[in-house]
T-cell receptor, first 116, second 110 residues
């Protein structure tokens, strides 16, 4: 059973370009979460999605960032017109269909974005 | 606004001794707490969790203690092993969204 997959593992972009980060959740998981880890900081929640729905995007910057989790295919975190401050590790996590109130989240290996 | 705090950025412990990692939170609505372990260039891996109805949960060498009145939890690793060297994040949740601390880097010295 493959774990959470993220690609690319490393992404280099110049200022002003677009970055697209992909996340395939574990098989059977329908909940996806995106986190960002800035240098010397902890993981910061960005957005929580279920298939075709954004449930909570309270951690997403208001501009340039968007996320989707289509019916088919991976979840995508899209950053438009990247700036140097977007350089960070972006982690995706997934959890199964909620059966009870508590679900641990399984993390992918992360995508390290570097903006030149 | 850091709702989950890990005030010790690093900790060094001798192999075989006990490692104690601490975590404080501010939101009394948090009712589920987890510890994750992270190696460099990898994603966090779930370690152990505890719900607010308990004050202790044990899994092998790992024990998590929860003090709700102090809004404090701790992770005990005993005996510590060199392979435990990693960054440990605590996380707290009111339900589906997790709030993470900034992590404590544990080094176990052989």
């Amino acid at each position: 059973n493959a774990g959470v997959m993220q690609n690319p593992r490393h992404l280099v972009r110049r200022r002003g370009q677009e970055a697209r980060l992909r996340c395939s959740p574990m098989k059977g998981h329908s909940h996806v979460y995106w986190y960002r880890q800035l240098p010397e900081e902890g993981l910061k929640f960005m957005v929580y999605l279920q298939k075709e729905n954004i449930i909570d995007e309270s951690g997403m910057p208001k501009e340039r960032f968007s996320a989707e989790f289509p019916k088919e295919g991976p979840s995508i975190l899209r950053i438009q017109q990247v700036v140097r401050g977007d350089s960070a590790a972006y982690f995706c996590a997934s959890s199964p269909e909620r059966r009870n109130s508590y679900n641990e989240q399984f993390f992918g290996p992360g995508t390290r974005l570097t903006v030149l | 606004d850091q709702q989950v705090k890990q005030n010790s950025p690093s900790l060094s412990v001798q192999e075989g001794r006990i490692s104690i990692l601490n975590c404080d939170y501010t939101n009394s609505m948090f009712d589920y707490f987890l510890w994750y372990k992270k190696y460099p260039a990898e994603g966090p891996t779930f370690l152990i969790s505890i719900s607010s109805i308990k004050d202790k949960n044990e899994d092998g060498r790992f024990t998590v203690f929860l003090n709700k009145s102090a809004k404090h939890l701790s992770l005990h690793i005993v005996p510590s092993q060199p392979g435990d060297s990693a960054v440990y994040f605590c996380a707290a949740s009111p339900r589906d969204q997790f709030y993470f601390g900034t992590g404590t880097s544990l080094t176990v010295i052989p």
